[in-house]
């Protein structure tokens, strides 16, 4: 059996050798490194893939956050909801804005933001909402728009962990997750769905007002050279890692595919034991990209498992360990213990399995195999 990694990366360059190699010769050749060709066509193409008219390429997902909030114009004091279960990116942006992040529980099935908790938590100064769309799987968007359009808000997908799952709407109408909001910023990070050999990021939009102030904040604040309008920042994509993007944009759906058959592998497996509870899918298949597949592990046992794993040198991941209400940089007199049920239980039960998509039949029954040998009887 090849040996088991949480993430490989390298059967997907192995596929697209040639390709990546010939853009990277190219890219030096034209010394083109910052805002080269490839960075114009990667965002059209990205443009086409998600059906959205305006994606601006960044240096990372976190400044795609950033900027997002900077380009809609949220101002110190305005309140922003997000989800208490999430990496810390999204709630670092909006408090280095100086804004008030206002966490809220999820829901126990989907581990996304919980509309019921967004109703609650709005307040007057309550600016826009934030879901994130965690572990690959959208988060009820309808529900959360439905409120956004009653309180005035603006909706800022986090799409860093979903990048191409399809969004099925009420009226069956499919949409690109990241596109349904009023903006939607993603990472290139190299583990996630679409990944670069460095950082990246990009932010998405079809607001063209909204599309034009960002790609001037991107950029200094610039709309005409020298000209600073607004204070801005220095983010971009650069031209290699646009490279690389563009030979892996066409295979994304594969990609996808693949995570989700891996999925499917571990799910048939592990599905009917009375102590996992296995990932919920809603709606069609499509609208979870498994970034990650992760399992709840009932009765306190997740963490003895997780040790178990380690001493068979199956690799796992703990997404993630500690609510954001309970970061020293992010605890809060407001918030009550009492608000966050859902977050608090599922940081003592997730455990997040290899996913990625080079693993194979083999590697996924010993991994299942090796669960369920422990949590026998
Ligand atoms: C990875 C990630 C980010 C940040 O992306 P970077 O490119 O690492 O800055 C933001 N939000 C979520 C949910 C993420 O998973």
Known sequence: MRKIQMVDLKGQYEDIKNQVNTSFEEVIKNTSFINGPEVKQFQQDLEE????????????????LQIAMMGLGL????????????????????????LTPVLVDVEPHTFNIDP????KAITPKTKAIVPVHLFGQTANMDEIMKIAK????YVIEDNAQAIGGNYTNEAGEKTKTGTIGDIGATSFFPSKNLGCYGDGGAIFTNND?????IRGIVNH??????????????????????????AKLPKLDAYNKARRNA???????????????????????????????????????????AKYLQEKGIPFG???????HNQKAYADSRYNEADFPVTNQLVTEVISLPMHTELDKEQIAFITGAILEFLKD
């Open 49 to 64: 893939y998600l059906d959205v008219k305006h994606v601006i390429p960044c240096a990372n997902g976190t400044d795609a």
């Open 75 to 98: 101002k110190p004091g305005d309140e922003v909801i997000t989800a208490d279960f999430t990496f810390a990116a999204t709630v670092e942006v909006i408090a280095l804005l100086q």
């Open 116 to 119: 019921q908790s967004i109703k």
């Open 150 to 153: 009653e309180h005035n808000l």
């Open 209 to 213: 007002e909204l599309a034009h102030t």
């Open 221 to 246: 604040g610039m709309y005409e050279r020298y000209h600073h309008d607004v204070v801005g920042v220095n983010s971009r994509l650069d031209s290699l890692q646009a490279a690389v993007l563009r």
């Open 263 to 305: 999925a499917e592998k571990y799910t048939n497996a592990l599905k009917n034991h009375q102590e996992i509870v296995t990932p919920e899918i809603i709606g069609e298949g499509d609208t979870h990209v498994f970034h990650q597949y992760t399992l709840k592990i009932k009765n306190g046992k997740r963490d003895a498992l």
């Open 318 to 324: 703990i997404y993630y360990p500690i609510p954001l």
